[in-house]
Nanobody, 118 residues
């Protein structure tokens, strides 16, 4: 059972990236997915989440309409679209799978680095 986040990279302020969270060894369907991030010297913080059905989403207040989380059942993948990026968004982004109601995350993947230059 593995989760893998990908799609990070170097982008200028104001730019966009689309992160992907893919699973191997199990289907993401029915699992809530949480995107979190950790910047150097800072604690990990939650960014956005989506429930197992895709009908409910969560966004941290700092997202301010810039990010969108979605899921594609056919591709067994969850996406995080990052728009209007700022240097403050620079971090390693992680995805995790778990339960929406309890907000407990059972599976964690390797992160993907997002670097935003000014």
């Amino acid at each position: 059972v593995q989760l893998q986040a990908s799609g990070g990279g170097l982008v200028q302020a104001g730019g966009s990236l689309r992160l992907s969270c893919a699973a191997s060894g199990f289907g993401l369907g029915g699992h809530a997915i949480l995107w979190s991030r950790q910047a150097p010297g800072k604690e990990r913080e939650e960014v956005a989440g989506i429930d197992g059905s895709g009908s409910a989403t969560y966004y941290n207040s700092f997202v301010r309409g810039r990010f969108t989380v979605s899921r594609d059942r056919d591709k067994n993948t969850v996406y995080l679209q990052l728009n209007r990026l700022t240097p403050g968004d620079t971090a390693v982004y992680y995805c995790s799978a778990g339960d929406w109601q309890s907000w407990k995350w059972k599976y964690w993947g390797q992160g993907t680095q997002v670097t935003v230059s000014s």
